[in-house]
């Protein structure tokens, strides 16, 4: 890693990558990006670059895991070894394994388990370049890769980070900020029910920053949602392009 | 992290919550009763035991010399790891750490970390070559619920307990000299864990809440009354408000606890 910059945020207010504090990063997202996959996402937000898939439902392995009242969710996060400056060994981590838990437990809230009772479905997520707050960005794909791939949700999931750099309450924290910032605090978000199905925090906030920071994020999902409806929709318009011609 | 529990008791615990109470008979902002004893395993640097209610949750530090991250080479290194020990529950397993035993230590881990409860700038020996490693392994001995606020209970008693070995360094190289000093804690992070049924947060769930539970809610909250880590468990989801309303109770109850330890 390279050194901590003097100052995370200049006098101006403005951030190391030219951003306002309540300002997110560039995103691109698409969907429908692999073949194979029955749904499946990518996203880019800032320098971070993410797939996700879905596989499913189909009959689980091992059988013994079937519930019968209710499919299964099973989720994998996991980052490609050269996502990251120093290699990252592809064996999953302990910080793998927790995320891929709350990843899992924030897409589950949305979806209609019950209507595919003894079938599993498998969500794959795989960050290709990490430049922080890389969990959020993977939930709000692997949520738009769950509805390409049909499965009925009762709300996409969206998640977006804030923090706190330099004293300020800031929005979509980057890699930089991530590490050298006194608060982060990513959140998964369900708009239409205004819930909240993933809430983590690291650092340092006092009660009413909380709350800022928290009303904050969920400011920004609410933006990104909007981009995730579109994405959503163009898949379904150039599908409809092609059938036409 | 389930076993079975009546559709009839599930129903009552639910029930009983929406009008404010709790089957064991607590307000729902009561813990349980808690106990915590120190310095129980002598060939653990520091050790203790917290009894939650029934849940039983023992954890031993041990310091050896090591060598520092190359991102803070005058840092010493902070390692927590859990068990779910088999005896402690008919649902635990043998085996390689599980996900829920890694999310229990990765809770434990942020909360003494990002409260900076231990100064680890005291723990380098020499900067960028040798440090003192502390590792803490949490023992969950009986599962009753709520084993996040016993662990990380039980971690920071452990701590506190905890004697580092003297040294002196002779030519470059590290001496260990006899006599110990305790470790630098600074901090008393207190983690205060919520359990949401039928749309209201309950402290400390016992088991069988834990069993009916939409979602889970853990707050650490630092000395000074800030909020130093979370984390949202469960398939459920829980309205922006509840957090907040969770994040002011958390406070109070950090600071109770603390009180009563007298910490």
Same mark, same amino acid.
């Given at each position: &890693? ?46 971070? %670059? ?29 980052? =490609? ?13 302990r910080?793998?394994i927790e995320?891929s838990k709350v990843?899992r437990e924030? !897409? ?32 709000? =794909?692997?949520?738009?890769? !769950? =509805? ?15 923090? %706190? ?23 998964? !978000? ?10 983590? &925090? ?44 | 992290m389930s076993s ?17 109470? #709790? ?5 729902? *902002? ?12 002598? #060939?653990?640097? @520091? ?5 939650? @209610? #029934? ?9 050896? *010399? ?11 290194? +902070?390692?927590?790891n859990a068990e779910l020990v088999p005896?402690a529950s008919?649902t635990f397993e043998?085996g390689p750490p599980d996900e829920n035993s890694i999310e229990l230590a990765r809770i434990v ?13 005291? +723990?380098?020996?020499?900067? @960028? ?9 949490v023992?969950v001995?009986?599962h009753?619920g709520n084993l996040i606020?016993?662990s990380? +209970? ?26 110990? *000093? ?8 207190? *983690? ?15 088991l069988?809440?834990e ?5 889970r809610?853990s ?12 984390q949202?468990g469960c398939s ?28």
């Amino acid at each position: &890693m390279s050194q901590k910059p003097e100052k995370l945020i200049d006098k101006k207010g403005i951030r190391l990558d030219g951003r306002k504090p309540d300002e997110l990063r560039s995103i691109k997202i698409e969907v429908g990006v692999l073949s194979n996959a029955d749904g499946s996402a990518y996203i880019e937000q800032g320098k971070n %670059k993410i797939l996700a898939a879905v596989y499913g439902p189909r009959e689980l392995h091992p059988k013994h895991l079937a519930l019968s009242d209710r499919m299964v969710l099973r989720c994998r996060y996991h980052m =490609a070894p050269f996502s990251v400056q120093e290699r990252k060994s592809p064996a999953p981590s302990r910080r793998e394994i927790e995320l891929s838990k709350v990843i899992r437990e924030s !897409l589950e809230p949305a979806i209609f388990l019950e209507y595919y009772p003894r079938t599993g479905i498998d969500v794959f997520v795989e960050v290709l370049q990490a430049d922080g707050s890389t969990r959020c960005a993977s939930i709000t =794909a692997a949520s738009l890769a !769950l =509805a390409d791939a049909g499965i009925p949700m009762k709300d996409l999931v969206v998640a977006c980070s804030a923090g %706190k750099v330099d004293g300020t309450i800031v929005l979509d924290l980057m890699d930089t900020e991530d590490k050298m910032g006194e608060a982060d605090l990513p959140v998964a !978000l369900m708009p239409n029910f205004n819930a909240v199905t993933l809430l983590q &925090m690291d650092g340092k906030l006092t009660l009413e920053e909380f709350e800022n920071a928290l009303n904050l994020a969920i400011e920004g999902c609410k933006k990104i949602y909007a981009m995730q409806k579109e994405a959503l929709k163009a898949k379904y318009v150039s599908v409809k392009e092609e059938a036409d011609e | 992290m389930s076993s079975v529990i009546t559709r009839v008791k599930q129903k009552q615990i639910a029930q009983l919550i929406s009008k404010g109470k #709790r089957l064991d008979g607590r307000g729902i *902002t009561d813990y349980r009763e808690i106990k915590v004893e120190q310095g129980i395993i002598e #060939r653990a640097e @520091g050790s203790a035991r917290v009894l939650l @209610g #029934r849940t039983e949750v023992m954890v031993g530090t041990k310091i050896e *010399t090591g060598e520092p991250f190359t991102d803070t080479p005058n840092e010493g290194v +902070l390692t927590v790891n859990a068990e779910l020990v088999p005896l402690a529950s008919s649902t635990f397993e043998p085996g390689p750490p599980d996900e829920n035993s890694i999310e229990l230590a990765r809770i434990v881990d942020r909360g003494i970390r990002e409260s900076k409860a231990i100064d680890t700038e005291k +723990l380098c020996i020499q900067p @960028g070559k040798k440090v003192f490693v502390v590792f803490v392994d949490v023992y969950v001995l009986n599962h009753d619920g709520n084993l996040i606020d016993a662990s990380a +209970l039980a971690a920071l008693a452990a701590l506190i307990n905890t004697k580092m070995p003297n040294y002196e360094i002779e030519e470059g190289e590290v001496k260990i000299k006899s006599g110990y *000093t305790p470790l630098p804690i600074r901090k008393h992070p207190i *983690t205060v864990t919520f359990a949401k049924i039928n749309e209201k947060l309950v402290v400390d769930p016992w088991l069988e809440e834990e069993q009916v539970m939409e979602a889970r809610l853990s707050m650490a909250i630092d000395d000074d009354g800030n909020i130093c880590a979370i984390q949202k468990g469960c398939s459920g989801s829980i309205s922006p408000n509840q957090i907040l309303e969770a994040s002011k109770i958390a406070k109070e109850k950090a600071e109770e606890i603390r009180k009563k330890l007298e910490w």
